[in-house]
């Protein structure tokens, strides 16, 4: 058993726990950040990648947009190695009401954000593949963001300023004494043992699971309304900006650019379980098809990978207006003190990648005042540390890093340009980590090939330079395999199709990995 | 002189044409890439797993044609070829690469992979033989830096930790070498290069001073009695170059397949190749064929676009070699309707869920295809063959995913011939 003793534990280490970690750092609190998987795992990993300008919510919710376009202004300047600042247009598409322009160019004005109606044909002219018939475009300054970065750029600014990020950490009890949070247990899962973090505040942040944490520490049942969304990602970047609908929000309205591919995303539907998230044949129509309208040809460009994940919404009838702090729709703090007798923590839910930050810094000013203490947030002023080689968002970075070592070090994954030095460094940094861990911070296997040709080799590199016995190695690549297939079958086909059977010829036909040895106890992580 | 138009160059192609023109007949070969071999093992798999391990690939394949197959479900293409087809296929491969195939269809090697499972595998290259793994074969398993597809400590550790089919397991070891396949000028800043491929490697070994120098830096390193692992890359055009690097070391040596580019499969394609233009093949690379002509039942030709313009071939008969999903012979498109892409001609095993989750089951997607006569012909529902002169061979037909059965090569080499023979013998 490991004992810890902080002042505070962040619960989650999606982008609001990550946020909040280094806003509580910052602000000379002791912290830990406990998280059951990885960094950026949940929510944060499974979204389109859009970093708002504010432009999708000027009609249907001023105040978002208002945040949205002041967040985007300070995380391009804090943040600028985990976003690519493509622009975006929002588009007339054939069929789309023109008029809902005026509404758009007015509530862009009344909420700040930045908003200019360009000719069609100079759109045309930016974006050749957008679809011809388009009869309006405005522009705005949407752009792409990465959100494993920006997760990781956050934790390790907190732990410069002290805080303690453990990863694989899954909490198995919140321990209360007369009404007062004082202990957070954990199982390393790793490290295959129990942990005690002692403190006297809790800022759960667990998003959509929020609720099953907020019941450990004995609170009443906490709703989290999970909308499960879609996304999928075509091979290439199909488009120099993102493109939006210019209607009212709608499922399968945004394409995204990022890194090496676009994402068009998403759907909204409920969902029961966060943990189970399936990628119906359906909703994978519905996005090609909406896909279709804004870039013609749409359904004939490869599809590379699908993915779902969910909103983390929180309904709370228990709760009234005058104790929950409603700083703009969708973004929430639940009160315990309150609410059901318990003090130490707060619950917060809601809310868009794109104001992180702001969140936290709602939640934690609120956590100061309760404690009655004064400590201005500074995560707005400061950049957070510089990433590191190989870590930047934009693609061309990865190209002018591999044109200066082309002839110094071998290439691991040609699709993504990961070369040698990247996988060893992320793997001696993270000697337990799988190579589903070290893909979220590398994109080792999500190009086209999908893991066809860099997998082989990133399970001899752990061999060789990671400490890794053959059996774990072994084990992690068939485990990388199986889930590059859970975001690859239910969007297969085209030239995926014969990329998905070239990649059965590699490892069960030539390589016949099916029939090594198993282990004894499997290896899920 | 009868004309006979082959589609495609994978093995089923490839050996299809050879037969044919064996036959006396005038053979053009169309294919648009490079063909399979290229991108496969190199070696010829019967059938290595039905579903346990296969040590008798014939016996397997005969168990196989007696399978009874539930109404309405796919049966393995083995069972409609039928034994004398798959030895006739295998006898006739052998006796046209004698250089490069040996073993039995009585037998299959168990040969180490570039991941350290033991893969069972038919006929094999001279060159892999030697690692046909024994209990206690002493194996030192050879890498070099800067060749990132093999990673010799894997493959060592993964073989030992394998208990063999037969009990007990092998004793093997790894050695990494820096030694690079192309070396930097001399007096040059450069040291050479560091990310060599396969074929890099391929071309250094078929010069012989290399396998000298090569040599003299490995054989101090062995010890009495081990038999070396390498990876398949020794030489692309020297087919000796293994067995003089052997001599040279004093041990025995084998060839451990790689992902592709295949060395191994290279060499498969270039021998076949050679030998079909040697009897008079014409092949036309880097065509793909858009169209065809019927009349009275039969294609009477095929139309190409290697420009601007069109170009037809006519024959009196067709060979569609364009193998399944990977190759392109067959595709589905973003609704999921699933087609033959030349001839649109009818598939079996179509479901509504073509595919599922786990990655480790099977793909129902990958075992659809077509479904022919005992002349090779593809048949609709009716099953009268469509097509009255056209035949399909290799990966297009239906009824296995031939990486997980290893029985791709089988079905690929037993069926061109036979239809060759049903071909010729229409033609005569």
């Known amino acids: 058993m490991r004992r810890l003793t902080v002042d505070v534990v962040v619960i989650g280490g999606g982008s609001t726990g990550a946020g909040v970690i280094r806003d509580v750092a910052m602000r000379g609190y002791r912290a830990v950040l406990v998280e059951r998987a990885d960094l950026g795992q949940g929510t944060t990993g499974r979204f389109h990648g859009l970093l708002h300008s504010g432009g999708r919510y000027v009609v249907s919710d001023p105040e978002s947009a208002r945040e949205c376009a002041a967040e985007n202004a300070i995380l391009t300047r804090i943040q600028a190695g985990a976003i690519e600042s493509t622009g975006g247009y929002f588009v007339t598409c054939p069929g789309d009401d023109p008029g809902f322009a005026e509404q758009f160019l007015a509530g862009a004005k009344a909420s700040g954000v930045q908003a200019r109606e360009v000719g069609v044909a100079e759109a045309l002219r930016n974006e050749p593949r957008l679809n011809p018939g388009i009869l309006r475009a405005i522009e705005v300054a949407d752009g792409a963001v990465d959100g494993w970065q920006l997760v990781w ?124 998230l399936e990628i119906p044949s359906a909703e994978v129509q519905q ?152 893909r979220r911070q590398l994109r080792l296997g999500m190009g086209p090939c999908q893991g066809g040709f860099c997998t082989l080799r990133a399970t001899g590199i752990a061999v060789s330079e990671g400490n890794l016995d053959a059996e774990r190695a072994t084990e992690l690549l068939r485990l990388f395999l199986a889930n590059r297939w859970i975001g690859l079958w239910p969007i297969l086909h085209g030239q995926q199709v014969r990329q998905a059977a070239l990649d059965s010829w590699i490892f069960q036909g030539t390589l016949d990995v099916e029939h090594l040895p198993n282990p004894e106890v499997a290896v899920t992580r | 002189m009868s004309r006979v138009v082959v589609i495609g160059a994978g093995l089923a192609g490839l050996v299809a044409a050879n037969r044919l023109a064996d036959t006396g007949c005038d053979v053009v070969l169309l294919h648009q890439g490079l063909g399979g071999l290229q991108s496969g093992q190199g070696t010829i798999d019967i059938f290595g797993y039905n579903p346990g391990r ?142 060599s491929s396969a074929l890099s490697y391929a071309r250094a070994f078929d010069d012989r001073r290399y396998r000298v120098l090569f040599a003299k830096t490995l054989a101090p390193k062995l010890a009495q009695g081990e038999t070396v692992g390498l990876p398949a890359v020794l030489g692309l055009q020297d087919p000796n170059a293994w067995a003089d690097l052997a001599e040279l070391l004093g041990h025995a040596v084998f060839e451990i397949p790689l992902p592709p580019p295949s060395v191994p499969g290279i060499r498969l394609n270039q021998a076949l190749t050679a030998r079909a233009l040697s009897l008079g093949v014409r092949t036309v690379p880097g065509v793909r064929v858009l169209g065809f002509a019927v009349e009275a039942g039969r294609v009477v030709s095929v139309r190409t676009q290697p ?36 001839f649109e001609l009818p598939l079996v095993g179509l479901q509504n869920q073509s595919l599922q989750a786990d990655y480790w089951g099977d793909q129902p997607l990958f075992n659809c295809g077509l479904q022919v006569d005992a002349q090779l012909r593809p048949i609709g529902a009716s099953g009268e063959p469509v097509y009255a002169n056209l035949h399909a061979v290799g990966g297009i037909l239906a009824g296995s995913s031939g990486w997980r059965d290893k029985s791709g090569d089988g079905v690929a080499v037993a069926s061109a011939v036979a239809a060759a023979d049903a071909i010729a013998k229409e033609l005569a």
């Open chain 1, 153 to 276: 750029g956050a934790a390790n600014s907190a732990r410069e300023y002290g805080a303690e990020i453990l990863t694989y950490h899954q909490v198995t009890k919140i321990e209360t004494a007369n009404g007062q949070v004082r202990a957070v247990h954990c199982r390393d899962l790793k490290g295959d043992q129990d942990v005690q973090i002692n403190c006297d505040f809790v800022l759960n942040c667990a998003g959509a699971w929020a609720g099953q944490i907020a019941t450990m520490a004995g609170a009443h049942p906490v709703e989290v309304v999970a909308g499960r969304g879609i996304m999928i990602a075509m091979n290439h970047r199909l488009t120099n900006r993102v493109l939006n609908r210019l209607v009212y929000p709608t499922d399968g309205d945004i394409l995204v650019p990022a890194h090496t591919v676009s994402i068009i995303g998403t759907t909204d539907v409920l969902a029961h379980d966060p943990d189970d």
């Open chain 1, 287 to 438: 996005l090609l098809d909406a896909g279709e309208v804004l870039i013609p040809g749409f359904r004939d460009t490869r599809a590379l990978h699908a993915w779902a994940g969910v909103r983390p919404l929180i309904k709370d009838d228990r709760v009234g207006a005058a104790d929950t702090r409603h700083m703009s729709r969708g973004m929430a703090v639940i009160d315990h003190t309150l609410r059901d007798d318990l003090e130490g923590m707060l619950t917060i839910g809601g809310g868009k990648l794109t104001t992180y930050r702001l969140m936290a810094e709602h939640i934690v000013d609120k956590m100061c005042r309760k404690r009655g203490e004064t400590r201005p947030c500074r995560t707005a002023e400061e950049e957070v540390p510089k990433a590191g080689a190989g870590h930047s968002h934009r693609v061309t970075d990865r190209l002018a890093a591999r044109e200066a070592d082309r002839a110094d070090d071998q290439l691991v994954c040609e699709c993504e340009l990961v070369s040698r030095k990247m996988f060893v460094d992320a793997l001696v940094a993270q000697p337990q980590a799988s190579f589903d861990d070290l």
């Open chain 2, 54 to 195: 296969v040590t008798n690939p014939i016996k397997a394949v005969a168990a196989e044609t007696r399978r009874r197959v539930p109404a309405g479900s796919l049966s393995h293409p083995y069972k409609a070829l039928g034994v004398k087809a798959v030895r006739v296929g295998v006898e006739y491969l052998k006796q046209v690469l004698p250089e490069l195939l040996v073993g039995s269809v009585e037998s299959n090697y168990q040969l180490p992979t570039a991941v350290g499972a033991i893969r069972p595998t038919c006929l094999a290259q001279p060159s892999m033989v030697a690692g046909d793994v024994a209990a206690d074969l002493e194996l030192a398993i050879v890498g070099f830096e800067q060749l990132k597809d093999f990673n010799p400590e894997l493959v060592a550790q993964n073989l030992n930790r394998t208990e063999l089919a037969g009990g007990g397991r092998v004793n093997a070891r790894h050695l990494l070498l820096e030694f690079r396949a192309r070396q930097g000028p001399l007096g040059s800043p450069r040291e050479g290069e560091l990310d």
């Open chain 2, 307 to 342: 420009g601007v313009a069109t170009r037809d071939y006519r024959g009196a008969a067709f060979v569609l070699a364009t193998g399944g999903f990977e190759a392109g012979g067959l595709a589905m498109d973003s609704y999921g309707s699933i087609t033959e892409t030349l």
